[in-house]
């Protein structure tokens, strides 16, 4: 029999931090991970593995628990030597329409008022000579807050590859990238090196029979059973938590998006090698010649091609110096949910050319792959998510059950801050301000939830 004063099921980035920040910063000395799989290789390194501080709305928790995110980012960066490479190339949100430019103008007031930082607009190519680029490499020099780009001249001149329509360009500071599979070894690393543990295996009991937590049952991989005997029990299992949330007493309410990304090279150099994550946010719909639409909008397998598909479509250079590789997604795939996580993901042969058709609208240089396709590789993984695209973080279920899930998109750049944030909970610290946004419990009241009607989704990508 094993004991452990935490264990925690789920070694993707959420329970690393977690247990990082229990072992390393708080000093809890028997922590245990548990997992079936390597640490980080479900849905942790499936990630464009960007960062942005950038939530206008409705309040201030998710700017919060982002930038101390990015606070802790640059720390362990700054400790490390950038063993993780981080960026602040920036978010750039784009647009082709005035009405979508004017939100962006209400967008970056309301960020501003929040936390995310001031806005420097730019109403012609003379104010937009002020503008600052961000650096191939590295964060620090870089401005935080927001470039807003009004004119398309200055749009042109600064960013020529996009497409001439454009009208209005946001270009989002405290935001970037980094290697999320070097971040969470590091992290990794150094929670070892206090004491956490890694159990092979899966967590298939959460003992109770004091009515709170007494312990788990873990079948290992090895064929064997390890009973463990602990006091806290943190279910921190990705696509998986509503299913692991029930072993300890927890109806979680969770549900799951199937996300997929491309990857080419892009050899004829279209994508400015320097640029941020850039985001088409408009919905657009697909060009075809008359014959393919007429085709196409005959089988009803495929009418959907020619109606309008959703905006969100975006693109990133992946990779430094002489690299050529562009990550390119679009989520059209949202609208289907799923209770629970079917691997392998179902396949769509069709992602990869819809993809670089809908991405000429943003960057029409890529047309130039349309007429024989680049090899595209083709990954991704699930968004587990509340309705309202917030993680829960905090007590969930019986006595000595927490939970640290539900982070849709932005698992890489949250875990950090979420991780934090629960460790403190567990030990009995002071937690922040933003903790009650995410807590479980924000669902037992009938005024938060006659609230989330209003809101709506308040995610990004």
């Known amino acids: 029999m094993t004991t452990a004063d935490v264990v925690i099921c789920g070694a993707g980035i959420a329970g690393i931090a977690t247990a990082h920040a229990l072992a390393v910063t708080h000093g809890v000395r028997h922590v245990l991970l548990v997992d079936e799989r390597a640490p980080l290789t ?47 190339r920036g978010y750039l949100y784009t647009t082709r329409d005035a009405t979508t430019a004017e939100r962006f103008v209400a967008d970056a007031q309301r960020a501003t008022e929040q936390g995310a930082g001031v806005v420097r607009t730019y109403r012609s190519v003379t104010e937009a000579s002020a503008y600052q680029r961000s650096p191939h490499r590295g964060f620090r020099g870089v401005p935080d807050g927001a470039d807003l780009f009004l004119d398309r001249d200055a749009i042109h001149q600064h960013f020529p590859w996009m497409h001439h329509d454009i009208v209005a360009v946001l270009h989002a500071r405290r935001c970037g990238w980094f290697s999320g599979q070097q971040l969470g070894m590091y992290l990794l690393d150094e929670a070892k090196a206090a004491g956490v543990h890694v159990v092979s295996g899966r967590v298939e009991r959460v003992l109770q029979e004091s009515g709170g937590v007494d312990g788990v049952e873990v079948a290992c991989t090895d ?23 029930a072993l300890a007493g927890a109806e979680l309410p969770l549900f799951s998006e199937a996300h997929y990304k491309i990857a080419i090279e892009d050899s004829a150099g279209v994508i400015d090698r320097d640029t941020g994550l850039v985001i088409l946010d408009d919905p657009q719909s697909l060009e075809w010649s008359d014959e ?82 680049p090899h ?20 969930s279920g019986v006595r000595g059950a927490f939970v640290c899930a539900a982070f849709s998109g932005f698992g890489l750049m949250a875990a950090p801050a979420c991780g934090e944030l629960l460790a403190a909970q567990i030990v009995g610290a002071a937690p922040p301000e933003y903790e009650r946004a995410f807590l479980p419990t924000r669902y037992d009241d009938p005024a938060y939830v006659a609230q989330l009607a209003t809101w709506g989704s308040t995610g990004q990508l």
């Open 376 to 395: 595209a590789y083709v990954d991704g993984g699930y968004y587990t998510k509340t309705a309202e695209n917030r993680p829960l973080v905090g007590p």
């Open 223 to 245: 064929g064997t059973t390890m009973r463990i005997v602990t006091p806290v029990f943190v279910n921190a299992a990705g696509p998986y938590a509503a299913q692991v949330g």
């Open 42 to 88: 479900l849905t942790s390194d499936k990630s464009t593995e960007a960062y942005r501080n950038w939530w206008p709305g409705p309040d201030d928790a998710m700017v919060q628990l982002v930038n101390r995110s990015i606070d802790l980012l640059e720390q362990w960066s700054e400790a490390s030597d950038d063993r993780f490479g981080l960026n602040r």
């Open 292 to 373: 393919e639409r007429e085709e196409l909008a005959a089988d009803e397998a495929t009418r959907w091609l020619t109606e309008p598909m959703p905006a969100g479509i975006h693109l990133r250079p992946e990779g430094y110096g002489a690299s050529r590789t562009v990550l390119m997604l679009w989520d059209y795939h949202s609208a289907h949910r799923f209770s629970a996580p079917e691997f392998p993901m179902p396949d769509d042969a069709l992602y990869p050319e819809l993809v670089l058709r809908g991405m000429t609208s943003l960057a029409p240089g890529l047309a130039t792959y349309l007429e024989r396709l």
